[in-house]
């Protein structure tokens, strides 16, 4: 392949991974803690960037899936599979989960011959516990996920079971990549045409990258035209359609036998280059920022400890002693406007809940100025269902809309308060450093130059809502219990954030059924086969606004949850360093005189590495601005 951002892209995330390790080497040495960039590591180790891939059955999509990844892992679709969605990520050793919808699950070993016969017996029709089954994680070792992706593999947009549609949906809403997969021959079917028009949202088409896959089904001479009626009839649909033809068969025979000149010409490269373009332009990009500016900020700490502790090391006993103790008085005090500031967050809550409460009482009035009226004197089962997709897809849009709007006013107007909070924490013992130490002082403001403004807001809010962690993760668990087994999925799957959240668990709300359990046939979408009259119709949609109103407390917690990991955790992370620093110091008293000189000598190597470590940080961070410009 050749040399681009798809390149780019790979090599700046393996120098983070690089720097990264040196990194944990070096906080071992130290008596900082690295639960930081041990979080970071992990984060590397796992997918952080989801790719949905759609299309109807026979597109081709498994092939095309295993010549991503180079390997037959993904099952053929010779009988309906795809119990629910397959989720792919990378792993060292292969093996499988199987999550089920009461919660239990199954493990199997993927490490044999032929791991795709394997999950075939699990998540075809062959299997009588097909429907039971929520979701089926994947490990395996391949380059493709191994650049922190997660491969999703979604039921066919023409699947006869609508009790799967839910769940492409939710995965569909939160997905960073969207690979919708055409057959040049017969482009844009019905349920092709009704998937662009009615199900996907709309933030969700910016997403979109089709790839017109079995090119070479069509002769040479005649693929240039066959492209263009692709990309005529997609921008009826579709603005500025990305289009790549691919010929997946070919490539993953190519990939499997080691010829890089056969595989140029299926057109897979540039696709994945394409792909790996778009993502690093993305949120991929970002996060990799997020992630160096984590070391950065880790290696500030480390260096402000060890001129805080030789200082100490240089000033009268008596007089350092008397400065520890007024600094665990004011660290107490601070701890309690931290917990303040806990108090405030959550009394947020209920005006969260009230404005969605709203946005729901709001769609409920469209429902009954506008839809209902239309829908009453409707006589096309067809022209029912469209009207009722494209209700459901813009009250979805409009509560996402919202919860991310209070999400980022909640950052807005506390971030600032953190941030003080944070500063006042990092300064209890400011006056312990050498008042003549120019090179101090000169450090800190390097400091305060690296410290990140409007920016690291920003990069605070997308990290929150895309993977906030624990408090996403707790957000989810509420709304599961009210959803169902949907909400779940979204925050566990991929990257457990804030947007998984909402999305999946709007999604939930589309099905007949709130709860985990009961028959999983009843479709979430008004299909044609389950409307008997018009009546029934109206019925569906009164039934999704009220459990669209019902959601807005467990979701405002998430929201809650979520702000609290993005605002509070610097506080915390703070509160801890100092309270570390200051056992630190008073140890470091209590040493002989020789004991005390071998520290600062061990202070002073330590201040070279953490400056080396910077420097690299900080040449990553302008190669990865770069790429991503």
Known sequence: MKEGRNIGFSKHRSGLESIVD????????????????????????????????????????????????????????????????????????????????????????????????????????SNKDVQDIQVTRVWYPNPFTGNGLVLVDTPGVNDPDHWREEITYSYLAEADAVIMLLDPMQPLSASETEFLDAKILDRSIANLIFVVNKIDDVPQSDREDALARVRDMLSEHVPNPTVYPVAAKPALDAKRQGDEEGLQGTGLPQFEEGLMDFL????????????????????????????????????????VEERLSDAQSKLSALSRKRDALENDLDSEQSRIERQLKQVARDRADHLGNSVKPALSGESSTQALRDRALRFQRDSIEAFRSATETAFDRLV??????????????????????REASNRAQSMQVEREERRPKQSDLETRKAGA??????????????????????????????????????????????????????????????????????????????????????????????????AKDAILDPVDQSIQNQRRLIQQIKEDLRQTEQEQQDTRDRLAAQEERAESLRERYEGLMEEIEAMTA
Not at 284 to 312: F, M, N, P, S
């Open 280 to 319: 690093a332009k993305g949120r991929g990009g970002l996060l990799l920022k997020t992630k160096v500016q984590k070391g950065l900020d880790h290696l500030a700490h480390v260096e402000d400890t060890i001129q805080q502790r030789r200082a100490a090391l240089d000033a009268e006993k008596g007089e």
């Open 412 to 433: 807005d107007e506390y971030d600032a308060a953190s941030a003080e909070l944070t500063g006042e924490i990092g300064d209890v013992l400011s006056n312990l450093r």
């Open 22 to 125: 040196d990194h944990l080497a070096f906080a071992s040495e130290t008596d900082v803690s690295a639960e930081r960039i041990e979080g970071v590591r992990e984060q590397l180790d796992e997918g952080e960037l989801s790719v949905a891939v759609v299309g109807e059955i026979n597109r081709g999509k498994s092939t095309f899936l295993n010549a991503l990844l180079g390997e037959t892992v993904f099952p053929s679709r010779t009988m309906v599979c795809t119990a629910g969605v397959t989720v792919l990520d990378h792993g060292e050793t292969p093996r499988a989960e199987v999550v089920y919808k009461d919660g239990s699950s199954e493990k199997i070993d993927l490490s044999g011959e032929a791991p795709a016969r394997v999950l075939k017996e699990v998540v075809s029709r």
């Open 465 to 562: 809502a895309v993977g906030a962690g624990a408090g996403a993760a707790a957000g989810a668990a509420a709304t599961a219990s009210t959803l169902g087994a949907i909400g779940t999925i979204g925050a566990g799957i991929l990257t457990g954030g804030l947007g998984l959240l909402v999305g999946a668990g709007a999604a939930a709300m589309l099905s007949d059924d709130g709860s985990s359990g009961g028959s999983q046939r009843d479709s979430q979408y008004v299909d044609t086969d389950e409307i008997v009259d018009n009546q029934q119709a109206l019925k569906a949609l009164d039934d999704f606004i009220d459990r669209l109103e019902s959601s807005a407390a467990p979701v405002s917690k998430g929201i809650i949850d979520s």
